[in-house]
């Protein structure tokens, strides 16, 4: 991110990290090739309680919060997000999402809010959200395998599990 857009960036992802998310389900979509299958995440904004909670009311998130939820969902399926065949040449390991690259996928079409990256930079991004005004929330990849759950659990503050061998542990 440019100077410039550092304070945005920031502001968004305050917003989109703190957002109540529900999954309500997701599917893998096949592809010709096994390796590059999809997955179609659908989501809804509020977090699981009694109906009729002000606080989490879905259509009200969505008017404060939408921009944020998709800004973060962008930038952790930038920063997942790896070369392909050609587009090694334009990739740089230390990038980041910024403000300009959110934007310039950004549109307003069929009554929601969609953003949608290809590559970007050399990664191969693969990834389209819709936010619709009744919270619902739809996260489609392509060719990223099952990254987008895991994108969510880190969201939720989880740590990825890596394995740890002997030479790691401390001793007894």
Known sequence: MTE?????????IEIGAGVPLR???????PA??????GIRLELKLGADGEEGDDADDPEELVE???FGLMFVLGLVAFEDARPRDASA????????????????????RAGALHFRAD?????????DITVRSDG?????????????????????G???MHIVSDEQQDPP
């Open 158 to 160: 989880k740590k990825a």
């Open 136 to 156: 619902s929330v739809t996260v489609t990849t392509v060719g990223r395998g099952k990254a987008p759950l895991r994108w969510l659990d880190r969201l939720k």
């Open 23 to 29: 999954v309500l389900g997701h599917e893998v979509l």
């Open 4 to 12: 410039n857009d550092r304070p945005a960036g920031h502001r968004l």
């Open 89 to 108: 040449l334009d990739y740089r390991e230390k990038d980041e999402l910024s403000v300009s690259d959110f934007f310039e996928g950004l549109t307003f």
């Open 64 to 66: 404060w919060t939408a």
């Open 119 to 127: 590559y970007i930079r050399g990664r191969r991004v693969k990834t």
């Open 32 to 37: 010709l090739d096994e390796a590059e299958f």
